[in-house]
């Protein structure tokens, strides 16, 4: 079955760097592969879809890379802000059923 | 952007008792909804996906009868938590993906503790 591995571990920086989080997936490569934002107590937010045939996508300071060879996902945060702080999730569709499933998130500390 | 409610936010119910909790897509028609429950520090489990007016289709290991879903509306799902146990105690969120389109929204979950 589909196993999504993300960095358990907290990952710290400092304020103004960039963030990079990684998500590695086994077995079939998805249709497209989503990251979502979780606050403590919150439902995810949606933040960043990107498709099969897409090697990256930005939105403003938000950038994702996917790349089907090594099944890794990359999720760039520039400029971080304290305010980016939060556990962020990795998903991707469960058989191209549109069901999605989560890695357990990374979670991310920005300091000032 | 499109808006998923979550109903109750909080809910304590007693042992044995049956707890409802909703969802509602606000501003788009969602065929297909979703649940799913988290535990602290952990990802979140699929448990079922609801179909505007068919059955709820499982994920394995998931009693059906102990948690009843009903997708009456295309913009209402409900989730039935049946003679609950403390170990039922968790935070239950739903999803809803538009009739157009892959991006899926979430509500902001509902926290169930079964005292």
């Known amino acids: 079955s589909q196993k999504i591995e993300q960095n358990s571990e907290a990952l710290n920086i400092q304020e103004g760097k960039t963030a990079t989080l990684t998500c590695n997936y086994t077995?079939?490569?998805?249709?497209?592969l989503q990251w979502y934002r979780q606050d403590p107590g919150r439902g995810p937010v949606f933040l960043l879809l990107?498709?099969?045939?897409?090697k990256e996508k930005r939105k403003e300071r938000l950038k994702v890379t996917f790349d089907t060879t090594l099944k890794q996902s990359l999720f760039h945060i520039t400029a971080s802000q304290p305010a980016d702080s939060a556990t962020y999730l990795c998903?991707?569709?469960?058989?191209?059923?549109?069901?999605?499933?989560f890695g357990a998130g990374t979670r991310l500390a920005v300091h000032p | 952007g499109a808006v998923v409610s979550q109903h109750p936010s909080r809910v304590i119910c007693k042992s044995g008792t049956s707890v409802k909790i909703e969802c509602r897509s606000l501003d788009f028609q969602a065929t297909t909804m979703f649940w799913y429950r988290q535990f602290p520090k952990q990802s979140l489990m699929l448990m079922a996906t609801?179909?505007?007016?068919?059955?709820?289709?499982?994920e394995q290991g998931v009693e059906k009868d102990k948690f009843l879903i009903n997708h009456a509306s295309l913009t209402l799902s409900t989730l039935t938590v049946t003679s609950a146990h403390p170990e039922d105690s968790s935070f239950y969120i739903c999803?809803?993906?538009?009739?157009?389109?892959?991006?899926?929204?979430f509500g902001e979950g509902s926290w169930l503790t079964v005292v």
């Open positions: 999803s809803a993906r538009a009739s157009s389109g892959n991006t899926i929204y």
């Open positions: 998903a991707l569709d469960k058989g191209g059923y549109n069901k999605l499933i």
């Open positions: 609801s179909n505007e007016g068919s059955k709820a289709t499982y």
């Open positions: 990107i498709r099969e045939n897409e």
């Open positions: 077995n079939y490569s998805p249709a497209y």
